[in-house]
Nanobody
Framework: QVQLVESGGGLVQAGGSLRLSCSAS????????MGWYRQPPGQERELVAT???????NYQDTVKGRFTISRDGTKNTMSLQMNSLKPEDTAVYYC?????????WGRGTQVTVSS
């Protein structure tokens, strides 16, 4: 059974930093495009960033220059370094693995940025 487990969320003041991690198990990690999505309160889930097996990255415009996505194929992990956090970054952050025929989601981790 594929499992994606997020960690690293929490409460931080505006301007602060957090690092989210996603640990994947029972998955051919290199076969998947990995991504972070978020769902702000009362809003729909949205893309934050994705990274391919060749570490080609894509970011939502609002996080460019502040967030950095990375992956480690030797450990089956993915991370999101979030700097200069803003209150509008408050959301539940989800780990996603997207393959050609299947996709998986973690349960999410809460990030709250206070002003």
């Amino acid at each position: 059974q594929v499992q994606l487990v997020e960690s690293g969320g929490g409460l931080v003041q505006a301007g602060g930093s957090l690092r989210l991690s996603c640990s994947a198990s029972n998955i051919f990690f290199s076969f998947y495009v990995m991504g972070w999505y978020r769902q702000p309160p009362g809003q729909e889930r949205e893309l934050v960033a994705t990274i391919t097996r060749d570490s080609i990255t894509n970011y939502q415009d609002t996080v460019k220059g502040r967030f950095t996505i990375s992956r480690d194929g030797t450990k089956n992990t993915m991370s999101l370094q979030m700097n200069s956090l803003k209150p509008e970054d408050t959301a539940v952050y989800y780990c996603n693995a997207e393959g050609t025929k299947s996709g998986y989601w973690g349960r999410g981790t809460q990030v709250t940025v206070s002003s």
